[in-house]
Antibody, heavy 117, light 111 residues
Framework: QVQLVQSGSELKKPGASVKVSCKASGYTFTSYAMNWVRQAPGQGLEWMGWINTNTGNPTYAQGFTGRFVFSLDTSVSTAYLQISSLKAEDTAVYYC??????????WGQGTLVTVSS | NFMLTQPHSVSESPGKTVTISCTGSSGSIASNYVQWYQQRPGSAPTTVIYEDNQRPSGVPDRFSGSIDSSSNSASLTISGLKTEDEADYYCQSYDSSNSWVFGGGTKLTVL
């Protein structure tokens, strides 16, 4: 069965960087797009962008350029989200979500990133 | 920027029917498919409707989706409400700049 397993919670200081991983299993990793979605505490879902798992080409949504980087290691079927120069407002749960059809049909369990001094 | 607007919250009694709306800010909501996701506290979202009105396997037929072009809105209707339906619901669609957009979410209370 398809599974996306994300790395564990992170506590970081402002200005630091964090790298969240999302390991896929149960399907051919390079066949389907991988999206990233942010959910700030008590807030709604916000699409951050996606990465073409076949070509490695990332597309970033408005508001997620510059400090946010999507990457892949196809040898281990894993997608990564790196955030640099962390700010308090980056505190959120970050989800990866694969897209085998039109909807985001498989989601990781989410990774809580807390930015606090 | 394209936005999807949902009511902040709705509530209804068990066994009743509730409808959650999702209104597009511009263009025609019928131009791109609308999806609906259910998110229970502490869990990742799951799809309850895709392509406007299609249910994934395993989603009961109490859940249905529709599009109303006259109001530029999509709707999620849940009939025969159960306490387990209590959750946040998000609509999602695509905008003209090739970006996915989520609605702000609706908290459904079944009381």
């Amino acid at each position: 069965q398809v599974q996306l397993v994300q790395s564990g919670s992170e506590l970081k200081k402002p200005g630091a960087s964090v790298k969240v991983s999302c390991k896929a299993s149960g399907y051919t990793f390079t066949s389907y797009a991988m999206n990233w979605v942010r959910q700030a505490p008590g807030q709604g879902l916000e699409w951050m962008g996606w990465i073409n798992t076949n070509t490695g080409n990332p597309t970033y949504a408005q508001g997620f350029t510059g400090r946010f980087v999507f990457s892949l290691d196809t040898s281990v079927s894993t997608a990564y989200l790196q955030i640099s120069s962390l700010k308090a407002e980056d505190t959120a749960v970050y989800y990866c979500a694969s897209q085998t059809t039109i909807d985001f049909d498989y989601w990781g369990q989410g990774t809580l990133v807390t930015v606090s001094s | 920027n394209f936005m999807l607007t949902q009511p902040h919250s709705v509530s209804e009694s068990p066994g009743k029917t509730v409808t959650i709306s999702c209104t597009g800010s511009s263009g025609s909501i019928a131009s791109n498919y609308v999806q609906w996701y259910q998110q229970r506290p502490g869990s990742a979202p799951t799809t309850v409707i895709y392509e406007d009105n299609q249910r994934p396997s395993g989603v009961p037929d109490r859940f249905s989706g529709s599009i109303d072009s006259s109001s530029n809105s999509a709707s999620l209707t849940i009939s025969g409400l159960k306490t387990e339906d209590e959750a946040d619901y998000y609509c999602q669609s695509y905008d003209s700049s090739n970006s996915w957009v989520f609605g702000g979410g609706t908290k459904l209370t079944v009381l």
